[in-house]
């Protein structure tokens, strides 16, 4: 990379940076809905105009925290081990999210998180559009998953590759993630501590996906 150009790319990840910390503090302190963009672009030093360069949609100044879990899923199953059938892959990959705490799956009790989950939960103008987002993940996850069930049931070649045992598993397993997510953060919203919902978590998770594991 030149000089000049990384110095460019270093300069719009700090104003990106820079628009969704303002956003989020915004919206954290007095809620999502009740705090319009020119604010938030004032805060974070930019135009209205600079803003939705960076970010499209309003909504997009949450959902961007969790941008890097776009298309897990399918990465997940298309890069698993050999041998690994692909909902073993998904998972492992899910208990070792809960194992780090990774905030996507809800188990994270760090104050900041709880209050993102919180108004991500209960703003329906960013559940709208992080369904959009899940829709694109699904359908990701669809894709790579045909493949993988074509391997697996070699018995019926001719439904092998069928795009609908492959669209329900996705779906199946996405709304499992959502509700186990919803579920560690409610509990841990509630005050409950670490060391008691921690191990409640992964019993369920491990109950959820043998029972998915059932289905297909």
Same mark, same amino acid.
């Given at each position: ?11 719009? @990840?700090?104003? =990106? ?12 302190? %007095? ?5 319009p ?27 961007? %925290?969790?941008?890097? =879990?776009?298309?897990?899923?399918? $990465?997940?199953? @298309? ?5 690994? $059938? ?6 492992? =990959? ?13 188990? &994270? ?19 709208? @559009?992080?369904?959009q ?14 493949g993988a ?28 993630? $959502?509700?186990?997510?919803? %579920? &560690?953060? @409610? ?30």
């Amino acid at each position: 990379m030149e000089p000049m150009t990384g110095l460019r790319e270093l300069q719009r @990840r700090r104003v =990106h940076e820079a628009i969704s910390a303002a956003a989020i503090a915004l919206f954290l302190e %007095r809620g999502f809905d009740e705090v319009p963009v020119t604010e938030i672009a004032a805060a974070a030093g930019v135009s209205k105009p600079t803003l939705f360069k960076y970010f499209p949609a309003k909504e997009d100044l949450v959902l961007h %925290r969790i941008a890097d =879990h776009r298309g897990e899923a399918a $990465r997940v199953v @298309r890069e698993r081990v050999a041998g690994e $059938r692909p909902l073993e892959a998904l998972r492992r =990959h899910f208990l070792d999210g809960l194992a780090r705490r990774d905030p996507v799956t809800g188990l &994270n009790d760090d104050p900041e998180v709880l209050a993102f989950h919180r108004m991500v939960f209960t703003t329906p103008g960013l559940q709208a @559009r992080l369904f959009q987002h899940i829709s694109q993940d699904e359908q990701a996850l669809a894709e790579a998953l045909t493949g993988a069930l074509a391997d697996a049931l070699t018995e019926t070649p001719d439904e092998a590759g069928d795009e609908l045992a492959a669209g329900l598993l996705a779906a199946q397993v996405l709304a499992a993630q $959502r509700v186990l997510a919803r %579920r &560690n953060w @409610r509990m841990l919203a509630q005050g409950r501590p670490m060391a008691e919902v921690e191990p409640e978590a992964v019993r369920a998770a491990e109950r959820a996906f043998s029972m998915l594991e059932t289905s297909f």
